[in-house]
């Protein structure tokens, strides 16, 4: 299986300043028509998860352009400028590109 | 507007059964991919079943292979997972999301106790 490994698992932040974080695959995520089915998700506590991004870097409608994704193969990069109170939870990366499909362990980010 | 409501969670001793269901609005469900997730408490995200919108194909975690079994039923436009011989590791928030999780439901819990 995929092994998704996130780093850092904790993410303290200052308001107004960014955060990255990073997602590394085990293997190429590079799929047959040349995508990296990688999504990232925001998990506020108490509520279901939230897709920000998919295929690696394509924002969500609705998402806040603070939020941008990056990457292909193995590298896969979250980041989140001038990071804001409701930014606070949990994000995790997920990968489609090969089954069984797998999560990275996710990233607590949390204000200074 | 796309809604799930996921519904059936409950507490049952090891080795039961259960079924888990997810009625959807605002879309066809069956010609829609969807998802099933769970969260044990406390932890992360696990992804465990998927079913093809398009071929009706089916995947599973190897964690749930051979006892959990993903379905649909376009008269009631619903997603279901039969879950048999369920163990204590089930336990947790059981999500079903669609189109790759663009949209998700709210959970319901499963706790596998005796």
Request: aromatic residues 10%; contains cysteine.
């Amino acid at each position: 299986d995929v092994v998704m490994t996130q780093s850092p698992l904790s993410l303290p932040v200052t308001l107004g300043q960014s955060a990255s974080i990073s997602c590394r695959s085990s293997e190429s995520l590079v799929y047959s028509d040349g995508n990296s089915y990688v999504i990232w998700f925001q998990q506020r506590p108490g509520q279901s998860p939230r897709r920000l991004i998919n295929k690696a870097s394509d924002r969500e409608f609705g998402v806040p352009d603070r939020f941008s994704g990056s990457g292909s193969g193995i590298d896969f990069t979250l980041k989140i400028s001038r990071v804001e109170a409701e930014d606070v939870g949990v994000y995790y990366c997920m990968q489609g590109s090969r089954w069984p499909w797998t999560f990275g362990q996710g990233t607590k980010v949390e204000i200074k | 507007e796309v809604q799930l409501v996921e519904s059936g969670g409950g507490l049952v001793q090891p080795g039961e059964a259960l079924r888990l269901s997810c009625a959807a609005s605002g879309f066809t469900l069956i010609t829609s991919d969807m998802n099933w997730v769970r969260q044990a408490p406390g932890k992360g995200l696990e992804w465990i079943s998927f079913i093809s919108g398009a071929t009706g194909a089916t995947y599973y975690a190897d964690s749930v292979k051979g006892r959990f079994t993903i379905s649909r039923d376009s008269a009631k436009n619903s997603l279901y997972l039969q879950m048999n011989s369920l163990r204590g590791e089930d336990t947790g928030v059981y999500y079903c999301s669609q189109d790759k999780f663009a949209a998700w439901g709210q959970g319901t819990l499963v706790t596998v106790s005796s």
